[in-house]
């Protein structure tokens, strides 16, 4: 009897050993390789500021990573800008702290295969009607949330039928390979990625270029859960994100990447969420 | 005397099927969406032949981890879904067991992992239950008609007044117990192949650092990762020993994590809300009672996504299958001891893993670099995949084959000794498969082609359970119908007459 008292102590111990562990997620959406390495020191940069243990959990797609916000497996996640919507409407008082400098203004281009005869131009051309389309992830900001809006908002039609055939590659780099090897004709897709990919040479610019970029709007952001005061004490929140705000170590930066972290509330989002309601990704 | 009528010969009914189902294909390519673009792949496809002469073994992190976590699932998963499976088969002749069996092996493992991840997060409890689940279900419906169709003379024989029990043990399971367990040995071959695809939504497999590599153009990576996994299934014969088993069971039990995550209030924010359809949420049940609240929500989603998804993925399935039994026919004598010498046969087998291990998402995509996007690269995919699956086992059936020492060579013996003595069985194969594809259409919604697996994972990428729940279950129930339409072929064409073999 003795012994299963211990037993029950010790489960217990360990579950609010478990619970207090400070645990974070990151979507993997420019660069998912080394994510553990990447990330492991982010987690050991956090347990230093805050002085608990700060765990990362890699996720594979944002449908996953809103879940675990959701289900507080994880108490802080960067999101892409509707992915944080999304998580923050299914999570009572939780609160966008902190965003990258750049996503304050990010921005998608549109690319074209050579042989569409597309050109560079201030506004989408309307030879784009009756081309093949892909978006990136279904549930990426930069490569179908934005993208879509801004074709929606200049041609008024869905982009099934505008488009002969609406593809979703799943990836930012697989967009560019696709749309470079001309197996679709049009692609959006995530300003950053498509400049490390260029600055590597993975990019054949005799095949494809940028034909269009869209105006700028918020994407990546910090979120964090608005029950974590309750379970780390009065202030933590506000702890949490300053150390976010004064990370200014060149190596923890890269892993994101970003210059430098700033300022975020939810009202930032807003036009993300208004966005996202008007094509229907969100009820 | 009269001249002979013509006979309904078995010949003949094999004949009528065949041709039934190249007219249906054929059919099925008018309503297809299909289309070649001329694309120039050779930049991309540079890039990816330099990866594969490449592999880098070294830059992807964690990599013998993964290695043993897609084993473990793997294992555990068989394991579990053995058992159970085993007891369902018991239970095989209640009609209600078997459409059970049926509607939790319809569903794809991927969508299981993605419910289940819902309620227990990226847990060993997610990867488990993915695949013991649906397992569950294969394993049931085989072991049933195993132990059915095994010879009942021993248990006609027992004395009088023997209990149930040692009449089973000792007079039922004797004779079956070979297949049984070549059974079990194939589906572990199964089960690592799809604890490998579980990686593609974040468990921590060899598919989750496939997928990460091979989308963001790490080819050399991909291809290290790929290698691995080539070395794991063609050296599964090797490594897998009954008397090792318990072992390797214990040590898969001892590595993987069980702490995973798991809330009441999880389960009923997913039970009570989540998978509620959207209009009833809040109005509660007694909203069913009022059509107009509910009617355009189910209207929209069965005209919108249903029916075209059901539509596609038909159409898709049956092309794919024409297209694997045809490639089968081609691939298998690379295999068998009739036509090739050894040398050949080693290059044969090592082509046929190659095809059977790459997971389809993969090769779609190399063949959407090529040919553009529409439904020929799923085609393509599938028919590759399924076919050298078909052929490897058709191929180790031929070699049981005896043919008189005076047997024709090359390729009369191909048509007149060979064909006739494997069509049943080819047929019988082929046919299980289709079911088998269907499922499988499901993940290919890079090629913009609507299946129904195509809005079952943007429901789930929207976070709208309920839709994807409702698609899910009309997902089950086509292939439940397939399942069927599939068997009555079968019983009619008597191709059960070796069915140990039909239904790998």
């Known amino acids: ?283 | 005397m009269t001249a002979p009528a013509r006979f309904d010969t078995t010949a003949g009914r094999y004949r009528r099927l065949s041709l039934g189902l190249a007219l249906t294909a054929l059919l099925a390519l008018t309503l297809a969406d299909i289309d070649w673009v001329n694309s120039s792949p050779w930049f991309e496809l540079g890039r990816i032949g330099w990866g594969m002469l490449t592999p880098d073994f070294f830059g992807v992190e964690s990599l013998a981890s993964a290695v043993a976590n897609t084993l473990a699932f793997a294992l555990l998963g068989v394991a579990v879904a053995n058992v159970t499976g085993f007891i369902f088969a018991l239970l095989f002749r209640w009609r209600l067991v078997q459409l059970f069996c049926a509607l939790i092996r319809a569903v794809h493992e991927l969508f299981w992992a993605l419910l289940f991840l819902q309620l227990f997060g990226l847990g060993t409890l997610t990867g488990l239950l993915a695949i013991a689940i649906p397992y569950t279900g294969i394993f049931a419906r085989v072991y049933a008609e195993i132990l059915e169709e095994a010879d009942q003379r021993p248990a006609e024989l027992v004395p009088v007044g023997s209990g149930w029990l040692s009449t089973f043990a000792y007079a039922r399971i004797p004779p079956a117990f070979a297949h049984l367990k070549n059974y079990a040995l194939y589906r572990l071959e199964c089960g690592i192949r799809s604890s490998a695809v579980l990686g593609f939504i974040g468990l921590p497999t060899l598919g989750f650092h496939l997928e990460t590599s091979f989308s963001q153009g790490l080819y050399s990576q991909a291809a290290a990762l790929l290698y691995l996994f080539f070395a794991l299934i063609a050296s599964i014969r090797l490594w897998v020993r009954p008397w090792l088993i318990p072992l390797y069971l214990a040590m898969a039990l001892y590595w993987l994590p069980f702490d995973g995550y798991w809330s009441v209030a999880t389960l009923q924010q997913f039970l009570g809300y989540d998978i509620v359809p959207a209009p009833l949420r809040d109005a509660g049940v007694q909203a069913l009672a009022e059509p107009r609240l509910w009617w355009p929500w189910l209207q929209n989603l069965l005209l919108q996504q249903a029916l075209p998804g059901i539509v596609n993925t038909l159409v898709l399935s049956i092309i794919a299958m024409v297209a694997c039994g045809i490639l089968t026919l081609l691939l298998f004598p690379l295999v068998s001891t009739l036509f090739m010498p050894r040398q050949g046969r080693s290059t044969g087998h090592l082509l046929l893993v190659v095809l059977r291990s790459i997971p389809e998402l993969i090769l779609a995509f190399i063949i959407l670099l090529v040919t553009g996007p529409s439904m020929l690269p799923a085609i393509i995919a599938l028919a590759l995949h399924n076919g050298a699956i078909i052929a490897h086992l058709i191929g180790r059936y031929s070699d049981a084959l005896l043919l008189r020492d005076d047997a024709s060579r090359g390729i009369n013996r191909y048509l007149f000794e060979v064909l006739p003595r494997i069509y049943p069985q080819f047929l019988a194969f082929l046919l299980y498969r289709w079911e088998v594809i269907m499922r499988e259409t499901a993940i290919l919604g890079i090629l913009g082609i609507h299946t129904l697996g195509f809005f079952i994972d943007s429901a789930f990428e929207e976070l709208r359970f309920d839709r994807a729940l409702l698609l899910i279950l009309m997902t089950a129930l086509v292939n439940m119908a397939l399942d069927q339409l599939a068997r009555a072929l079968r019983r009619r064409l008597q191709l059960d007459a070796n069915p140990q073999q039909a239904r790998y």
């Not at chain 1, 004709?185 to 970029?213: C, F, H, K, P």
């Open chain 1, 1 to 283: 009897m003795k012994k299963l008292a211990f037993l029950a102590l010790g489960c217990l111990l360990s579950l609010s050993a478990h619970a207090a562990t400070f645990t974070f997620t990151a979507i993997p959406d420019q660069d998912e390789t080394l994510l553990r390495e990447r990330f492991g020191k982010i987690a050991n940069y956090l347990s230093q500021e805050l002085g608990i243990d700060v765990a990362y959990v890699p996720v594979k797609s944002y449908a996953a990573a809103i879940t675990a916000f959701r289900n507080n497996q994880v108490q802080l996640a960067w999101f892409g800008g509707l992915s944080g919507v999304q998580a923050r409407m299914r999570v009572p008082n939780s609160e966008a702290i902190a965003q990258g400098y750049e996503d304050q203004f990010f921005k998608s281009y549109f690319i074209a295969h050579h042989s569409t005869g597309l050109v560079p131009g201030d506004t989408l051309s309307s030879e784009l009607q009756g081309k093949t389309f892909t978006f990136g992830s279904k549930g990426s900001t930069s490569g179908r949330l934005m993208p879509e809006f801004y074709l929606r908002q200049q041609f008024d039609q869905a982009p099934e039928t505008l488009f002969e055939r609406v593809g979703f590659s799943g990836d930012h780099s697989r967009t560019i390979a696709l749309v470079q090897s001309g197996a679709y004709q049009v692609g959006a897709v995530n300003y950053a990625v498509w400049e490390r990919e260029l600055a590597a040479g993975n990019i054949d610019t005799s095949s494809v270029s940028v034909i269009w970029e869209t105006p700028t709007y918020p994407d990546y952001q910090w979120s964090i859960r608005g029950d974590v005061d309750a379970t780390w004490g009065e202030g933590f929140k506000a702890r949490v994100k300053q150390a976010l705000l004064s990370m200014d170590d060149p190596e923890l930066l890269a892993s994101f990447p970003r210059q430098s972290f700033v300022e975020a509330s939810n009202d930032d989002f807003a036009p993300v969420a208004k966005v996202a309601r008007s094509i229907g990704l969100i009820d």
